[in-house]
């Protein structure tokens, strides 16, 4: 059973990790699939490549999601491309692991920027593109566990992720008129650029197992399934829900 079949999904920051997983996945799906990235051209290609040995349609726009214009672009060239917008997946965004009190402040902004910024600037414009088609849509963001909990090297990107899941439920009462159904997924630790560094330690991940009841760290492909259900008419009556995936570190932090 194909969740998107006939459907157009967006996704931020798709050429590696949990970005790559959903392009994959809602292309698994049925669904054309256009993403976004930053700066990893192979991967990029790659990732579309697999789209379309999938059956499907798939292309890459390049582009800096902290800008308002890529979104407007992002979204025009998926119209121009893909014939419509039904599905966006807000991912795209960073964590440099840095200690609170010497904080630089280009390091702050920049994560607030892609983090936040480019997750409204993007919901924004796949939104406006929903209305205007006439037929609802979807929007999933990717928060993080991180929104319900603190880290001691992440006090610059936990606000970010809180931010994106506020987001989701604000959105899911201002689009709730239109048919647009709005949500977010909240990944615990996941192997992927973004934490490879902080991993590295054999302790530290052993440490980190033993936090989750499910006994092993999450894979970006363990998000693909909650994404699509999330993005499908499975879930219709959904919105404004948030989704742990974390295999139940969160329940088993006291």
């Given at each position: 059973?194909?969740?998107?079949?006939?459907?157009?999904?967006?996704?931020?920051?798709?050429?590696?990790?949990?970005?790559?997983?959903?392009?994959?996945?809602?292309?698994?799906?049925?669904?054309?699939?256009?993403?976004?990235?930053?700066?990893?051209?192979?991967?990029?290609?790659?990732?579309?490549?697999?789209?379309?040995?999938l059956g499907q349609r798939g292309f890459a726009l390049?582009?800096?999601?902290?800008?308002?214009?890529?979104?407007?672009?992002f979204v025009a060239q998926a119209l121009e491309r893909?014939?419509?917008?039904?599905?966006?997946?807000?991912?795209?965004?960073?964590?440099?692991?840095?200690?609170?009190?010497?904080?630089?402040?280009?390091?702050?902004?920049?994560?607030?920027?892609?983090?936040?910024?480019?997750?409204?600037?993007?919901?924004?414009?796949?939104?406006?593109?929903?209305?205007?088609?006439?037929?609802?849509?979807?929007?999933?963001?990717?928060?993080?566990?991180?929104?319900?909990?603190?880290?001691?090297?992440?006090?610059?990107?936990?606000?970010?992720?809180?931010?994106?899941?506020?987001?989701?439920?604000?959105?899911?009462?201002?689009?709730?008129?239109?048919?647009?159904?709005?949500?977010?997924?909240?990944?615990?630790?996941?192997?992927?650029?973004?934490?490879?560094?902080?991993?590295?330690?054999?302790?530290?991940?052993?440490?980190?197992?033993?936090?989750?009841?499910?006994?092993?760290?999450?894979?970006?492909?363990?998000?693909?399934?909650?994404?699509?259900?999330?993005?499908?008419?499975?879930?219709?009556?959904?919105?404004?829900?948030?989704?742990?995936?974390?295999?139940?570190?969160?329940?088993?932090?006291?």
């Amino acid at each position: 059973m194909k969740l998107l079949e006939g459907k157009t999904v967006l996704v931020t920051g798709g050429s590696t990790g949990i970005g790559r997983a959903a392009a994959i996945g809602a292309a698994l799906h049925g669904a054309d699939v256009a993403i976004n990235y930053y700066t990893r051209d192979e991967d990029a290609e790659s990732c579309v490549a697999e789209i379309e040995a999938l059956g499907q349609r798939g292309f890459a726009l390049k582009g800096d999601v902290a800008l308002p214009a890529t979104a407007t672009e992002f979204v025009a060239q998926a119209l121009e491309r893909l014939g419509k917008v039904d599905v966006l997946v807000s991912n795209a965004g960073i964590c440099p692991f840095h200690a609170f009190l010497d904080m630089p402040v280009d390091v702050f902004e920049r994560t607030q920027q892609v983090n936040m910024h480019g997750a409204y600037f993007m919901c924004q414009a796949a939104a406006r593109q929903m209305v205007e088609q006439g037929h609802g849509g979807a929007i999933v963001a990717v928060s993080s566990i991180s929104a319900l909990v603190g880290g001691e090297f992440q006090t610059h990107y936990t606000p970010t992720k809180a931010g994106v899941h506020s987001l989701m439920q604000s959105a899911a009462i201002a689009l709730g008129r239109h048919g647009i159904r709005c949500n977010s997924v909240l990944p615990g630790t996941i192997l992927t650029e973004i934490n490879k560094d902080d991993l590295a330690d054999p302790e530290k991940r052993k440490y980190m197992e033993t936090r989750v009841p499910l006994g092993r760290l999450g894979v970006p492909e363990d998000l693909a399934g909650p994404i699509v259900f999330l993005a499908s008419d499975m879930a219709a009556y959904v919105t404004g829900a948030a989704l742990l995936v974390d295999g139940g570190m969160y329940v088993n932090l006291q």
